[in-house]
């Protein structure tokens, strides 16, 4: 007996779970590289206020996204509580649930004792009666006291959202796009990558301290080294998707037949500010706008990649 496969391009997850992915992977690394920068580079008032509030709610919206999508807003209750992931460890959304839940608890944690340190905080009256407060204070000691265990706690948890990003799609069997080993490092590395490019931005944009100069030039460094990593990943996913099963193959054709993912997402998202930060690194920047466009492409690369994804995820089925 003869058994005909169909061939189709999936049209439930599109451009809002693309933000999903992209606002938690973003918000969830931005957090982890401003805690690690702050308890080991340099401490940095500023940078984790506005790293933590942005990476907070960029992992907000990004929740708030998925949770207006959900046909029965009702079934979140069986995510919010850990016990689910003992009854079924593989519900890879529950797992992003937790980590995004825990990330946000324990960056808004981290940084209460800045923020209590804040002119802000004190001139705003709401804002100065919450954190007056005497267990707010207990808390904000606690937190400095163990500083370094309660950034941890986040750094791990942060790291634990931006794999998860991938992790979900991987968990697609019927869609060879995403179920192979390449998405979870792909949609890894980019989130870091994004969350150092934003990073960039709010250091030369908002805070412009030139103290921080080395700490720029070493995120710098590191997207330069992040961007190139994403390059090998794409090429091993090309080589991957090329000699894979007729699903793979009719995912690669819509990628690479697109002008959108090849010049847009490759073009302008990757190779672009990799030779505009490649130059930077080697010669010097020579002015402000040449980061701050580097900077930008990377945030639009990132959103493109997860946007193409979404679009060009093909199943099949037999009948």
């Known amino acids: 007996m003869d058994v005909h496969m169909t061939y189709a391009t999936q049209e439930i997850w599109t451009w809002w779970l693309a933000i999903y992915l992209y606002f938690g992977g973003l918000g969830a690394a931005t957090l982890a590289v401003t805690f690690l920068t702050d308890m080991y ?8 206020i506005w790293g933590a509030g942005a990476g907070v709610i960029l992992l907000a ?21 850990p016990l689910v992931l003992f009854k079924k460890p593989d519900a890879w959304i529950a797992w992003g649930t937790q980590f995004i839940i825990w990330m946000m608890v324990w960056g808004v944690l981290y940084a209460l004792p800045y923020v209590r340190e ?31 265990s309660v950034g941890w706690l986040a750094v791990i948890n942060g790291v634990g959202v931006a794999v998860y990003t991938g992790l979900l799609l991987q968990s697609f069997p ?5 179920h192979n080993p390449a998405v979870p490092l792909l949609f890894t590395i980019s989130a870091f990558s994004t969350a150092m490019a934003f990073l960039i931005l709010l250091m030369y944009t908002l805070l ?12 710098e460094r590191i997207d330069l ?13 090309y080589q991957y998707l090329k000699n894979g ?32 930060e490649l130059k930077g690194v080697i010669r010097g920047w020579g002015g402000r706008l040449p980061i701050l466009t580097a900077s930008v492409l990377v945030l639009m690369g990132g959103y493109l990649l997860r946007h193409y994804f979404m679009y060009a995820g093909v199943y099949a089925y037999p009948w």
Do not use: C
Not at 123 to 143: C, E, H, K, T, Y
Not at 174 to 178: E, F, I, P, T
Not at 225 to 237: D, P
């Open 41 to 48: 580079l340099k401490p940095d008032r500023g940078l984790v």
């Open 61 to 81: 919206l990004g929740s708030m996204m998925l949770f207006g999508h959900l046909l029965d807003k009702l079934a979140v209750i069986h995510v919010l509580s």
């Open 118 to 148: 804040t002119e802000f905080a004190r001139q705003v009256p709401v804002i100065r009666n919450l954190i007056d407060r005497s267990f707010v204070i207990g808390i904000a000691n606690l937190v400095k006291r163990f500083r370094r």
């Open 174 to 178: 019927a869609v060879a796009l995403w």
């Open 208 to 219: 412009k301290d030139q103290a921080d100069e080395h700490v720029r030039v070493l995120y």
């Open 225 to 237: 080294v992040l961007i190139a990593a994403e390059l090998v990943v794409l090429f091993s996913l």
């Open 245 to 276: 099963s007729e699903s793979a193959v009719r995912s690669l054709e819509l990628l690479w037949n697109d002008y959108g993912w090849v010049v847009g997402f490759i073009g302008f998202g990757l190779i672009v500010p990799f030779l505009l």
